[in-house]
């Protein structure tokens, strides 16, 4: 059972971003800080990743853990209402995220996929980054490698 009646809900989902989210700014402001410059939002590519860096042929995805179903994760929980709609909505999520993955690949980008809760707890980690982009030769890296758990 929701807490909210219908019309407060949807107008609070109504505000949830697409870009520009916090998770994102965070990487971005680290970037930037680092010398890197990047495009942002870049509407010829695939999924139209949040960071776009052409002279290392790499693209950065910020994902949230709900939206995009961070496996095992404690943020990626399910609503108890309308599990049905929500189901296939996050399941869409997850296939589309595949799919434009795989676009990328194939077009010659190599892919980061960086997951809200892996700033939430380990903001000061984000040097990582700098070494990903220079270093890895993998077509697709995700950090954190393992999701947030619930706190005991």
Partial sequence: MDVVDGVTRSRMMAGILGKNTRPELIVRRYLHA????????????????????????????????????????????????????WEEKLN?????????????????????????CGLKHLRDELRFLNEMIVNFDEALQVWPDKPAKAMS
């Fill in 34 to 85: 680092c010398g890197y410059r990047y495009r942002l939002h870049h509407k010829d590519l695939p999924g139209k990743p949040d960071l776009v860096l052409p002279k290392y042929k790499l693209v950065i995805f910020v994902h949230g853990c709900f939206w995009h179903r961070h496996a095992n994760c404690v943020y990626a929980t399910s609503p108890s209402s309308r599990r049905d709609f």
């Fill in 92 to 116: 869409g999520n997850i296939s589309r995220d595949q799919r434009q993955i795989s676009l990328l690949n194939a077009e010659g980008w190599r892919v980061i996929v960086v997951w809200e």
